[in-house]
């Protein structure tokens, strides 16, 4: 009854996730296809009488779903231990058990089995940052500051009403890694999203003059949790080949995703919240006036390749007033919003970075999330949110059958602008080429209401362009203004290239072209374009060769394009040598790398 605790054995559950645990040694999820579907177990589904699904009851109806849908990963919000519910479960109490709201420990472990079974990797967002009061769980556990800091300045958020685990003590570290390596070992989890990292990074994260205290060498970062991210992202990254770790870092870092042998932090990969604020900033602006914020839709790409993102809308996205993704578009109506959603989701999909998407944002919920009630499946039978689910399906799978996005997510070699200086038109052109250059997709996005016919555009190389992917299509919503035909490219120079075409751009849209060359064509192109990156790196100055260097030289009209978030730019400048580490190492950031940290 109440905070007692309950005794489970956990031996003797019989797995059949033999073909993915093996599968997964072999996994690179930096060249894979990367579709997280972000859940919340209590609200997904509700029974008729308000009560939650069991973890068995969820596994026969999300994991068809997921499926259907395209998603490669399920990403559960905190399932570990928690006493309130309002906390969402991150204001953890029980480390190493399964919330016992959905069933027992073992019912846990057949949803990660059956997910596994349908090809479905399990991410579990992870608390470190801090841990609740309660009397019942860690804090001051045998009446001294036992887990947490003893010195409030560090071992309080106050804010938060948490306490902050002592980083510095062996004990906590081993506890923690434990834990961590324990959901791996026991329940086969695939990988941890890590919450709040900044407040961990950070000394004075959360709090006031005089209310901090310096580290040994009088500045802000927390030292001691910095070297313990290393040592547990090390320790997974090193036993699980193929397991995933990822922060939730909100400010500027530097060294989330390089690993801990070269003095990053380790991580695989990190959420890119600089993205997610400048272009849902530049979503909620009226089409008329986004040609006056069109750094919010190009500067990502500026720093894009410094660390390995994921680019996200989550459930943070849509809670406390600030309306689902669908509330937040402009429009006057419910078709005008959803033309505009179905261009955000365009552009995400096509960026580079591996994706997330919160539940209930993929049919176009019109509440914002609430985690004390069901998502509104009952829109579904209205032929808007019908059609806003299908096209979010048709992106996903559209990025699963396309190596072009997502083999490359991580190097500049992937992504090239056409043109991102329309900006009095708010569109962007850019294509994506997969690693061995045999496909390259050609990308329009229109963020304006205007219709452009005959619209001439560069191409990369001479050949056939067709389109594939359409927003304006009937089945997703639109009015059917494609371009039914293939364009054949013409010897006529557009946006610095030798070729172009012409096409109908519809008003609000997200257009995708296959691109086939002539034959012999695409060779002379690719060097035509060498040698203008060649004549390009002799005006820039040394960089000790790093392909960023000299790629897509943006536009001087986006020079004074908006900066990061104020409280990222006091953050210094990564050293030269250690961004030419990086580059060097990109391609080599697989769990295989990580077990020289051992040696």
């Given at each position: 009854p109440a905070?007692?605790?309950?005794?489970?054995?956990?031996?003797?559950?019989?797995?059949?996730?033999?073909?993915?645990?093996?599968?997964?040694r072999n996994y690179n999820p930096y060249g894979s296809p990367m579709n997280i579907y972000e859940?919340?177990?209590?609200?997904?589904?509700?029974y008729a009488d308000g009560n939650c699904l069991s973890y068995t009851a969820i596994a026969d109806q999300l994991i068809p779903y997921v499926k259907k849908m395209g998603y490669t990963h399920i990403e559960l919000m905190p399932v570990t231990e928690y006493p309130f519910d309002g906390s969402w479960g991150y204001q953890v109490t029980g480390m190493f058990a399964p919330t016992s709201r959905y069933g027992t420990p073992k019912d846990f472990?057949?949803?990660?089995?059956r997910c596994h079974r349908s090809g479905i990797g399990v991410i579990l967002d992870w608390v470190l940052a801090h841990f609740p009061r309660d009397e019942h769980g860690l804090a001051m556990f045998d009446g001294t500051p036992l887990y947490e800091y003893a010195d409030p300045r560090k071992g309080e958020h106050k804010e938060w009403g948490t306490k902050v685990y002592d980083f510095g003590k062996n004990e906590v570290k081993?506890?923690?890694i434990s834990a961590a390596m324990f959901w791996f070992d026991e329940y086969h989890i695939d990988g941890i999203r890590c919450d709040a990292v900044a407040s961990m990074l950070y000394l004075d994260y959360g709090r006031k003059d005089g209310e901090w205290t310096p580290n040994v060498y009088g500045g802000n970062y927390n030292l001691e949790a910095k070297e313990f991210l290393q040592k547990m992202n090390t320790a997974i990254l090193t036993k699980h080949q193929g397991?995933?770790?990822?922060?939730?870092?909100?400010?500027?870092?530097?060294?989330?995703?390089l690993p801990a042998y070269q003095g990053g932090l380790g991580f695989n990969f990190k959420w890119n919240m600089g993205w997610m604020n400048d272009f849902t900033n530049y979503m909620r602006c009226d089409p008329y006036f986004r040609k006056n914020n069109y750094g919010g839709l190009t500067f990502s790409m500026l720093y894009a390749y410094s660390e390995n993102f994921v680019l996200?809308?989550?459930?943070?996205?849509?809670?406390?007033?600030?309306?689902?993704?669908?509330?937040?578009m402009p429009g006057?109506?419910?078709?005008?919003?959803?033309?505009?959603?179905?261009a955000a989701y365009g552009f995400m999909m096509s960026h580079p970075g591996k994706k997330l998407l919160f539940m209930g944002q993929d049919f176009g919920q019109i509440d914002e999330w609430n985690e004390n009630a069901s998502l509104e499946w009952e829109l579904l039978q209205y032929p808007l949110h019908k059609n806003m689910q299908s096209y979010v399906r048709a992106l996903n799978h559209m990025v699963l059958e396309h190596p072009a996005l997502y083999e490359e997510d991580f190097d500049p070699s992937g992504f090239e602008w056409i043109n991102c200086s329309y900006h009095e038109e708010s569109m962007v052109l850019y294509v994506r080429r997969s690693k061995d250059g045999k496909e390259t997709l050609l990308f329009i996005c229109n963020f304006d209401n205007v219709e452009h016919e005959k619209?001439?555009?560069?191409?990369?190389?001479?050949?056939?362009?067709?389109?594939?992917?359409?927003?304006?299509?009937?089945?997703f919503g639109g009015q059917g203004r494609i371009n039914a035909r293939a364009k054949s490219s013409k010897k006529i120079p557009w946006d610095d290239r030798e070729n172009s075409i012409e096409c109908n751009i519809p008003p609000m849209s997200f257009l995708v072209f296959s691109c086939t060359p002539e034959a012999g064509k695409k060779k002379a192109g690719r060097a035509a374009k060498s040698s203008v990156k060649e004549a390009a790196a002799k005006k820039e100055p040394e960089t000790g060769g790093r392909k960023t260097a000299v790629v897509k030289e943006e536009p001087k009209k986006l020079a004074t394009a908006r900066e990061e978030p104020k409280k990222l730019s006091t953050t210094k400048e990564e050293p030269k040598k250690i961004v030419e580490a990086k580059s060097r190492e990109r391609t080599q950031k697989t769990a295989q790398s990580f077990k020289r940290t051992e040696s």
């Amino acid at each position: 009854p109440a905070n007692a605790s309950k005794l489970y054995d956990i031996s003797g559950y019989r797995w059949k996730d033999r073909k993915w645990m093996n599968d997964r040694r072999n996994y690179n999820p930096y060249g894979s296809p990367m579709n997280i579907y972000e859940v919340h177990l209590g609200s997904w589904r509700k029974y008729a009488d308000g009560n939650c699904l069991s973890y068995t009851a969820i596994a026969d109806q999300l994991i068809p779903y997921v499926k259907k849908m395209g998603y490669t990963h399920i990403e559960l919000m905190p399932v570990t231990e928690y006493p309130f519910d309002g906390s969402w479960g991150y204001q953890v109490t029980g480390m190493f058990a399964p919330t016992s709201r959905y069933g027992t420990p073992k019912d846990f472990m057949e949803f990660v089995d059956r997910c596994h079974r349908s090809g479905i990797g399990v991410i579990l967002d992870w608390v470190l940052a801090h841990f609740p009061r309660d009397e019942h769980g860690l804090a001051m556990f045998d009446g001294t500051p036992l887990y947490e800091y003893a010195d409030p300045r560090k071992g309080e958020h106050k804010e938060w009403g948490t306490k902050v685990y002592d980083f510095g003590k062996n004990e906590v570290k081993s506890f923690l890694i434990s834990a961590a390596m324990f959901w791996f070992d026991e329940y086969h989890i695939d990988g941890i999203r890590c919450d709040a990292v900044a407040s961990m990074l950070y000394l004075d994260y959360g709090r006031k003059d005089g209310e901090w205290t310096p580290n040994v060498y009088g500045g802000n970062y927390n030292l001691e949790a910095k070297e313990f991210l290393q040592k547990m992202n090390t320790a997974i990254l090193t036993k699980h080949q193929g397991a995933l770790t990822i922060a939730e870092e909100s400010t500027a870092f530097p060294m989330v995703t390089l690993p801990a042998y070269q003095g990053g932090l380790g991580f695989n990969f990190k959420w890119n919240m600089g993205w997610m604020n400048d272009f849902t900033n530049y979503m909620r602006c009226d089409p008329y006036f986004r040609k006056n914020n069109y750094g919010g839709l190009t500067f990502s790409m500026l720093y894009a390749y410094s660390e390995n993102f994921v680019l996200v809308f989550s459930h943070d996205e849509v809670v406390h007033g600030k309306g689902s993704m669908m509330g937040k578009m402009p429009g006057e109506t419910l078709e005008k919003k959803a033309e505009n959603l179905r261009a955000a989701y365009g552009f995400m999909m096509s960026h580079p970075g591996k994706k997330l998407l919160f539940m209930g944002q993929d049919f176009g919920q019109i509440d914002e999330w609430n985690e004390n009630a069901s998502l509104e499946w009952e829109l579904l039978q209205y032929p808007l949110h019908k059609n806003m689910q299908s096209y979010v399906r048709a992106l996903n799978h559209m990025v699963l059958e396309h190596p072009a996005l997502y083999e490359e997510d991580f190097d500049p070699s992937g992504f090239e602008w056409i043109n991102c200086s329309y900006h009095e038109e708010s569109m962007v052109l850019y294509v994506r080429r997969s690693k061995d250059g045999k496909e390259t997709l050609l990308f329009i996005c229109n963020f304006d209401n205007v219709e452009h016919e005959k619209f001439r555009l560069g191409v990369p190389f001479a050949g056939k362009y067709k389109e594939i992917f359409n927003s304006d299509a009937r089945e997703f919503g639109g009015q059917g203004r494609i371009n039914a035909r293939a364009k054949s490219s013409k010897k006529i120079p557009w946006d610095d290239r030798e070729n172009s075409i012409e096409c109908n751009i519809p008003p609000m849209s997200f257009l995708v072209f296959s691109c086939t060359p002539e034959a012999g064509k695409k060779k002379a192109g690719r060097a035509a374009k060498s040698s203008v990156k060649e004549a390009a790196a002799k005006k820039e100055p040394e960089t000790g060769g790093r392909k960023t260097a000299v790629v897509k030289e943006e536009p001087k009209k986006l020079a004074t394009a908006r900066e990061e978030p104020k409280k990222l730019s006091t953050t210094k400048e990564e050293p030269k040598k250690i961004v030419e580490a990086k580059s060097r190492e990109r391609t080599q950031k697989t769990a295989q790398s990580f077990k020289r940290t051992e040696s």
